[in-house]
């Protein structure tokens, strides 16, 4: 499976973006997908994640209620709508896969991984 993450920017706090990450290789049919982010000097943190084939989500409760994850099956892609970006919410974004039907938010636990997108939210 190969992930490319696209969709980060600069914008300000207030502000909405939503990140894609389109899977390669194969259908994601038997896989979760999770969203994660690094801040510069922190660690890998979960974000979100989705169960492909149910649409089960998952967030950590700093974003829940302003952002939204979501997949489209015809296009093997997930989305992470960001609304309501607040500075604290800059980092750099990766989408991340594996196998299975528990959405981990252990970064190691996931297999694949698409390159980083940046978001930045200034104040």
């Known amino acids: 499976v190969q992930l490319q993450a696209s969709g980060g920017g600069l914008l300000q706090a207030g502000g909405s973006l939503t990140l894609s990450c389109a899977a390669s290789g194969r259908t994601l049919s038997s896989h979760v997908m999770g969203w994660f982010r690094q801040a510069p000097g922190k660690d890998r943190e979960f974000v979100s994640g989705?169960?492909?084939?149910?649409?089960?989500?998952s967030y950590v409760d700093s974003v829940k209620g302003r952002f939204t994850i979501s997949r489209d099956n015809a296009k093997n892609t997930a989305y992470l709508q960001m609304n309501s970006l607040i500075p604290e919410d800059t980092a750099v974004y990766y989408c991340?896969?594996?196998?299975?039907?528990?959405?981990?938010?252990?970064?190691?636990?996931?297999?694949?991984w698409g390159q980083g997108t940046q978001v930045t939210v200034s104040s």
């Open positions: 989705i169960r492909w084939s149910d649409g089960r989500t």
């Open positions: 991340a896969a594996r196998e299975g039907t528990a959405i981990p938010t252990t970064w190691s636990r996931y297999i694949y």
